[in-house]
């Protein structure tokens, strides 16, 4: 084979692996899409259940952490929020929600430690996207299907703001030796990353109204909602905030930095349907 015949080959070769590539691309993004418009739309047996929800939530929250260990509803404060929820199909929902609470503790009340004296409140900001899985086949307005228990979980958002009782902001004092450097330790952020999961019940009070009690958990990654997870760091300074009861030497443990802080939101949501389908075409009253 000759020299320039071998190029023609060559430049062939590359020119069918490029479009063969480029085929790659090109098929990658079609089923992107497919699956993109799968996951938001719905599939078309369940049009006729594709509808948007918004809401409005009330109810409660508290919080598990180094002031209160163990005990639900303790010192819990009311909390109110909003919801959209989009329902994809009688078993699947997606819903947006904010929820804003304040949670408290004291050892006063709980007793964890007994000589520590610490307390503390903060209100928490906290959005969350979450699924819903219906045990039951559900759809607002249904007249056979209509009130089911479910599962959610998802991932969520949240700003807190930690406070003592007598409206104190804690976090800019260093109460565990952040300002001074003790330990190499740094200033917390008032944010954080949430795992929110939980159980709820559903009914439809009638064709565009929906009525749900809801139990959510927040799983954080942060042990300072309370402002308490290591230990004390020097009781000279006699920082009231720190070490009320000035009776603990430099590391004398303060918390528990190994557990995370929790807080939950428990209540009651009562939202509207906006239908996102034709209803010349596909009847609520089958369902």
């Avoid at 020119?15 to 899409?33: A, D, P, T």
């Avoid at 709980?110 to 045990?135: G, P």
């Avoid at 995370?260 to 009562?270: E, R, S």
């Amino acid at each position: 084979m000759s020299g320039l015949n071998k190029k023609k080959l060559f430049l062939a070769l590359k020119i069918s692996m490029k479009e063969n590539k480029n085929m790659r691309k090109v098929n990658n993004l079609k089923y992107l899409i497919v699956v993109l418009i799968m996951m938001f739309s719905g599939f078309p047996a369940n049009a006729q259940t594709k509808s948007l929800e918004l809401g409005l939530f009330g109810g409660t929250s508290y919080y598990i952490g180094d002031l209160n260990p163990a005990i639900p509803y303790n010192m819990a404060q009311l909390a109110y929020g909003g919801v959209v929820r989009l329902n994809t199909s009688p078993r699947w929902t997606f819903k947006l929600s904010y929820s804003r609470g304040k949670v408290k503790g004291n050892d006063n009340v709980t007793k964890a430690v007994t000589n520590r004296n610490l307390n503390f409140v903060s209100t928490i900001n906290d959005f969350s996207l979450t699924t819903e899985f219906n045990f039951w086949e559900y759809f607002t307005g249904s007249k056979k299907n209509f009130f089911t228990p479910y599962l959610f979980g998802g991932v969520g958002f949240f700003m807190f703001n930690t406070k003592a009782f007598d409206g104190t902001p804690l976090q800019p004092l260093g109460t565990e030796g952040q300002n001074a450097g003790f330990n190499n330790r740094k200033p917390y952020v008032k944010y954080g990353v949430s795992v929110p999961f939980g159980i709820g019940f559903k009914y439809s009070i009638n064709e565009k109204l929906s009525l749900a009690f809801e139990w959510g958990m927040r799983k954080t990654f942060t042990d300072y909602i309370d402002d308490v997870s290591t230990t004390y760091y020097d009781n000279s300074i006699n920082d009231p905030y720190s070490d009320p009861t000035a009776s603990h030497d430099a590391y004398q443990q303060r918390g528990n930095s190994k557990t995370k802080d929790w807080y939950n939101f428990t209540g009651i949501t009562l939202t509207y349907k906006f239908d996102l389908y034709n209803k010349r075409n596909c009847h609520v009253g089958k369902w």
